[in-house]
């Protein structure tokens, strides 16, 4: 199996993974899922403050704790979809469909929730979703292109 070929299998199965990860909490009916993110608020606060998190950005992280979820589930795919695209489609092309990628799990994970019990879509759940997604193909973007112009600087060197 070729570099590329295992990269691009690497890729796809920590997207599958991560998807999947979403997509069945959001099937998850609303009283579970506020369960769920009540456990982890208190979890989370214990956590940052034996570490001496300041106290106002952790009770920022804990009264928003599902927003954030979603935002760092989704970095954390715009990172897997920029990694996968960066080396498969140059420049503006492989950006484009690692943001359609997010976009498109954003909008079907409110889809989802369409059918599960005591939960409903929010269009400002897929907009926090995508500009999460968006950030974390940045970032790979952004890391990608810093490399090529070290690649290249020490190659005329």
Known sequence: MTKKRLRIVISLSLIVLTVGFIWINSAIPGKDSGELSGWFRDF??????????PADWTLFLTEHVRKVAHAVEYNVIGLELGLLWVGLENGV?????????VLAV???DETIQLFATDRGPQI???L??????????LFVYIIWFIAKC?????KKQ
Request: net charge positive; hydrophobic share 50%; charged share 10%.
């Open 93 to 101: 092309q492989g950006f484009w469909n690692s943001w359609s990628g």
């Open 106 to 108: 954003a909008v079907f």
């Open 124 to 126: 400002q759940d897929v």
């Open 128 to 137: 926090l979703d995508t500009a999460a997604g968006t950030v974390g193909i």
């Open 44 to 53: 989370l606060g214990k956590v940052l403050g034996a570490i001496g998190f």
């Open 150 to 154: 070290i690649i290249k600087s020490r």
